[in-house]
């Protein structure tokens, strides 16, 4: 039973391309959470949500749009892809707006883009 | 600024060997901190809080507000802690900011 699935596990697209990634979570949690890995494996938040509410925007391009369509689902939209957007993306969710004292978030497998 | 370090990008010891994984913060006021393992074709999870003052696995965190560390510590290395740890500090706005993370490696 997963708790936190994404999908696609792989991406592999051209610049300039729009792609997206989904995620949906069966924890029943309020809040859901996107973070990038980075080559050296940073690991940054970009955004969050909490019941279809953006509470977390990191300094993110605005090619990247997140969409919570309901509290189980947040995808994941680039446009005009960039080399340097080349990552794993990870999902996560928590059950309260923020991680607070349990600081758990429960993570996806993460998803890897490559552009090339 | 609030922030995590985690100097070592990779440590590698021998199996039986004492572990210490370091971690320094940067908060004012009282620190909220986590170790996170993700184990090879694993998902990224919580090992272990602070508050909890917990030992998981043989693991053992210490806050020293002093030296601001959480350093995590285990005294017999095995070779199935082998992954990557990261530690993490929630925020003042409810984010959980992690370290660049460390790889550990433990050889037979």
């Known amino acids: 039973d997963t708790a936190v699935s994404q999908t696609p596990k792989y991406l592999v697209t051209q610049m300039g391309n729009d792609k997206s990634i989904k995620c949906e979570q069966n924890l029943g949690h309020d809040t859901m959470y996107w973070y990038k890995q980075d080559s050296k494996k940073f690991l940054k938040i970009m955004f969050s949500?909490?019941?279809?509410?953006?509470?977390i925007n990191e300094t993110v391009p605005n090619r990247f749009s997140p969409k919570s369509p309901d509290k189980a689902h947040l995808n994941l939209h680039i446009n005009s892809l960039e080399l340097g957007d080349s990552a794993v993306y990870f999902c996560?969710?928590?059950?309260?707006?923020?991680?607070?004292?349990?600081?758990?978030?429960?993570f996806g497998e993460g998803s890897r883009l490559t552009v090339l | 600024a609030q922030r995590v370090t985690q100097p070592e990008k990779l440590l590698s010891v021998f199996k039986g060997a004492p572990v210490e994984l370091k971690c320094n913060y940067s908060?004012?006021?009282?620190?909220?901190l986590f170790w996170y393992v993700q184990y090879s074709r694993q998902r990224l999870q919580l090992l272990l809080r602070?508050?909890s003052r917990e030992s998981i696995k043989g693991f053992t965190a210490d806050l020293n507000k002093g030296e601001t560390s959480f350093h995590l510590k285990k005294p017999f290395a095995q070779e199935e802690d082998s992954a990557m740890y990261y530690c993490a500090l929630l925020s003042n706005t409810g984010k959980l900011i992690f370290g660049q993370g460390t790889t550990l490696q433990v050889k037979p």
């Open positions: 602070h508050i």
């Open positions: 908060y004012s006021g009282s620190p909220e």
């Open positions: 996560a969710s928590s059950q309260d707006r923020t991680p607070s004292h349990t600081g758990e978030l429960f």
């Open positions: 949500y909490n019941n279809k509410e953006l509470i």
